[in-house]
């Protein structure tokens, strides 16, 4: 006497996974790269308000470091640009000062707008299951 499963069921609901997975990509990105561009933008809010360090505001940007299976953005003063090595100076400071800029408000600030733009994309793959 043996048991039997049918797969059948989950094998369909795999396969519609998989369909998903390769169209949820490109639509999360395009979230993912709106919040680092929202991002960018009140760093570069910040710090226009410095009396000290706007002159590091061209040197604020993103850049997309996606690999196979996840995306990522990193968003800062690139040290390559003019001003850009201020950075470090204006978030972590030095041993005579500075250390006055805020670089985990501007994640906060966007944090729940994304999430909700992630959220809502996943509600729609949900129902094309």
């Not at 369909?12 to 561009?37: C, H, M, Q, T, Y």
């Not at 196979?68 to 850009?84: A, W």
């Amino acid at each position: 006497m043996g048991i039997e499963v049918d797969l059948s069921e989950l094998h369909r609901f795999e396969a519609s996974l998989g369909r998903i997975a390769s169209k949820a990509l490109p639509e999360v990105d395009a979230v993912l790269e709106k919040g680092a561009l929202n991002i960018k933008n009140d760093m570069v809010a910040a710090v226009k308000e410095s009396a000290h360090f706007k002159g590091m505001t061209g040197a604020i940007s993103y850049d997309s470091a996606a690999a196979v299976g996840h995306l990522r953005y990193e968003i800062g003063p690139d040290k390559g640009r003019r001003g850009g090595a201020l950075g470090n100076i204006y978030y972590f400071g030095t041993s005579r000062g500075g250390g006055t800029g805020d670089i985990d408000g501007p994640l906060a600030t966007e944090e729940p707008r994304t999430y909700s733009e992630l959220g809502k994309l996943v509600s729609k793959w949900g129902d094309s299951l």
